[in-house]
């Protein structure tokens, strides 16, 4: 886990992802289950923000029915930028791990 696996010519380049995005503006509302990952590389740490929905018939397993809107899409190169984002957002709960080198 944590290791980075790219494909040959699967690559996305900034131009070609804010491309896709168009006139979508990141938005963060207070309401609902809102989950952020974040994914610390080198030298960007990449931030998404979700805004989750689910379906009327739940299961024990709660991604069968659940389906994501992504709210914010970033990439910050520091921690600092990091921290005043989630006091920004009123983040309650982080969870960051990192690669242990194993020998």
Known sequence: MGLTHEVEGARLTD???????????NAVP???LITMGIDVGNPWIHIQ???????????IDI????KAKVLYLAKLD??????????NIK???????????VD
């Open 63 to 66: 991604s069968t029915h659940a």
């Open 49 to 59: 923000i979700n805004q989750w929905f689910f379906g009327p018939n739940l299961s």
């Open 91 to 101: 983040l309650i709960i982080v969870l960051l791990t990192r690669l242990q080198n």
């Open 15 to 25: 131009k070609q992802i804010n491309e896709c995005k168009g006139d979508y503006k």
């Open 78 to 87: 520091n921690f600092l930028n990091l921290i005043n984002l989630c006091i």
């Open 30 to 32: 207070m309401n609902g």
